[in-house]
């Protein structure tokens, strides 16, 4: 065979090719037994129809540490990333709306008592992983079940305004008994300032004004929590 009639490599072929025993070994193996740049690399062939997303998907881990590192990331950061344009930055966000219903529909399912820790790992994916400090307040009927929350305030790194008329405004809208009120310390040191205790004790005095009580507050970070409760400060 010479040189001119030797087939030449169909790099459009061969990326089909692997994207072909990629998904055989999902339904063949499972998800499970891909490595987590593969699975990157396979919700990524739903965006990129033809490229090689292998390199987008280890750039990704590479960048942002962790699928949870990812998911968390804003738009601007995931199109930092070469091979990110803003529907595959979109679809990445929507993935991780997607885990936070999941993970509110926990917390959410019983009684705040009977699910705590749910509330905790709902919490840290809402809030726990920004890099500004935000705020959060559960709203809870009689039978302390959240009926909603809401994230009103958004701040600094290290700082962040909280207006009590605000939150009596919106818990008597919603009919509350009591509210959880969650805050992040992105440097997740999470213990308390004299800042944090003067604002609680400004929302415990508006609230009870409508009767309604604050059932926690808690300080949440990346990897620790701190409540009101069980310091002794509510």
């Known amino acids: 065979m010479t ?3 030797k087939p030449k490599n169909n790099p459009h072929a061969d990326k089909q090719g692997h994207r072909d025993r990629l998904r055989q070994r999902i339904i063949e193996r499972g998800a499970a037994s891909l490595h987590e740049y593969e699975i990157l690399e ?34 601007d950061e995931l199109e930092s990333i070469k091979g990110i344009g803003k529907h595959a930055a979109v679809f990445l966000i929507l993935i991780r709306e997607m885990t936070l219903r999941l993970s509110r529909h926990d917390a959410f399912a ?13 919490c840290r994916e809402r809030i726990g992983f920004k ?26 790194v290290d700082r ?5 008329r605000e939150i009596v405004k919106a818990a008597t809208q919603h009919d509350a008994a009591s509210v959880i009120l969650v805050h992040n310390h992105p440097s997740d040191h999470t213990e308390p300032s004299k800042a944090d205790i003067e604002m609680t004790k400004a929302i415990v ?22 409540s009101f409760k069980t310091l002794g400060l509510l």
């Open 205 to 226: 005095q508006a609230l009870q004004t409508v009767n309604i009580s604050v059932h926690d507050h808690i300080i949440i970070g990346p990897s620790s929590h701190t």
């Open 131 to 156: 890099k500004t400090e935000s705020f959060m307040v559960l709203y809870l009927n009689s039978k302390n079940r959240v009926i909603h929350d809401e994230e009103p305030q958004k701040g600094t």
């Open 160 to 164: 962040v305004m909280v207006y009590p």
């Open 3 to 5: 040189e001119q009639s």
């Open 42 to 75: 396979a919700l990524l062939f739903n965006i990129n129809k033809r490229g090689d997303t292998k390199p987008v998907a280890k750039a990704l881990l590479d960048k942002f540490g962790s699928f949870r590192g990812l998911i968390n990331a804003s738009q």
């Open 110 to 122: 019983n009684p705040v008592l009977s699910s705590w820790n749910d509330v905790i790992t709902y």
